[in-house]
């Protein structure tokens, strides 16, 4: 697992995944390496609050310090 932290958030991900940080609008993307597909977006509420839009084939585990974001190859 790759490792970053956004926000107050620990965040762990696939290493499969590239990702993108947006610190204006608290959002960030999980990307394919060949940025030909979205994996999933997370968006980051002014509370510290996230919504999670995730493909089907995505895991969350989630704490109270840390996110991690996993996905199943098919």
């Known amino acids: 697992m790759k490792q970053m932290t956004f926000n107050h958030m620990k965040i762990n991900y696939n290493p499969a995944m590239h990702v993108f940080t947006n610190d204006d609008t608290k959002g960030i993307v ?3 390496k ?3 597909e979205i994996h999933t977006v997370v968006e980051v509420s002014e509370n510290n609050n996230f919504k999670i839009h995730p493909r089907w084939n995505v ?3 989630v704490s109270d310090s840390e996110i991690t974001v996993d ?3 098919l």
């Open 30 to 32: 999980f990307v394919s």
């Open 34 to 36: 060949g940025l030909d």
């Open 59 to 61: 895991n969350f585990f």
């Open 71 to 73: 996905f199943k190859l």
